[in-house]
């Protein structure tokens, strides 16, 4: 069984995770559990020729791993999960490559945020019923002391671990929850 989390203390980790197709290789398996990729490449709308060396690049990181390895027809097949099941950056950036690449990390999901966001509002699926947006985007400015911020944390836990129970059903209609919450620099 894999850890519950892994802390990426590398700039190669966090540097695996610039890609938004890897991004979402990685929301893929944390939602869907071990698969090869021939499997989740039809799970994302991909070919599996196209994931490969994603594949690679996570690997050489850390990120995932082959759980097992399987015959389908003559050919053996990976079956490939992520090294744990939450991948967290540490509290401090160790160097500056370690902030070029969690940056560049973030960037990757903001990208693949507003690529699906679009493609929602594009395609009219953005509402989910009459009167329901599924849909939604927005930002917030706020002075946030010491306890409060430990509220908001327990809330995005709290919402991180329901959004986790409710994506190991096959049922239900696909969403995206991404977030960025930092702290604004004195200028």
Same mark, same amino acid.
Request: one cysteine or more; charged letters at 25%; proline letters at 6%.
């Given at each position: 069984?894999?850890?519950?989390?892994?802390?990426? &203390? +590398?700039?190669?980790?966090? !540097?695996?995770?610039?890609?938004?197709?890897?991004?979402?290789?990685?929301?893929?398996?944390?939602?869907?559990?071990?698969?090869?990729?021939?499997? $989740?490449?039809?799970?994302?709308?991909?070919?599996?020729?196209? $994931?490969? +060396?994603?594949?690679?690049? #996570?690997?050489?990181?850390?990120?995932? =791993?082959? %759980?097992?390895? %399987?015959?389908? !027809?003559? @050919?053996? /097949?990976?079956?490939?999960?992520? =090294?744990? /099941?939450? $991948?967290?950056?540490?509290?401090?950036?160790?160097?500056?490559?370690?902030?070029?690449?969690?940056?560049?990390?973030?960037?990757?999901? #903001?990208?693949?945020? /507003?690529?699906?966001?679009?493609?929602?509002? /594009? *395609? !009219?699926?953005? @509402?989910?019923?009459?009167?329901?947006?599924?849909?939604?985007?927005?930002?917030?400015?706020?002075?946030?002391?010491?306890?409060?911020?430990? @509220?908001?944390?327990?809330?995005?836990?709290?919402?991180?671990?329901?959004?986790? &129970?409710?994506?190991? &059903?096959?049922? !239900? %209609?696909?969403?995206?929850? *991404?977030?960025? #919450?930092?702290?604004?620099? &004195?200028?």
């Amino acid at each position: 069984m894999a850890p519950r989390s892994l802390v990426l &203390k +590398h700039p190669r980790q966090l !540097g695996a995770l610039v890609s938004p197709v890897r991004v979402e290789i990685v929301e893929a398996l944390q939602a869907s559990g071990p698969q090869p990729i021939r499997a $989740l490449a039809a799970q994302i709308g991909r070919t599996p020729h196209s $994931l490969y +060396h994603h594949f690679r690049c #996570l690997q050489a990181a850390g990120l995932v =791993a082959v %759980r097992e390895t %399987r015959r389908r !027809g003559r @050919r053996d /097949e990976a079956v490939y999960a992520l =090294a744990a /099941e939450r $991948l967290v950056v540490p509290e401090r950036a160790r160097s500056a490559a370690h902030v070029d690449a969690l940056t560049r990390s973030t960037s990757a999901l #903001l990208r693949r945020a /507003e690529r699906n966001f679009r493609r929602a509002v /594009e *395609t !009219g699926e953005h @509402r989910v019923a009459r009167s329901a947006i599924g849909a939604m985007a927005g930002s917030r400015r706020a002075r946030l002391d010491d306890a409060t911020l430990r @509220r908001v944390s327990a809330l995005v836990a709290r919402i991180d671990a329901l959004l986790a &129970k409710g994506g190991a &059903k096959p049922r !239900g %209609r696909l969403f995206l929850w *991404t977030f960025v #919450l930092s702290p604004i620099p &004195k200028p």
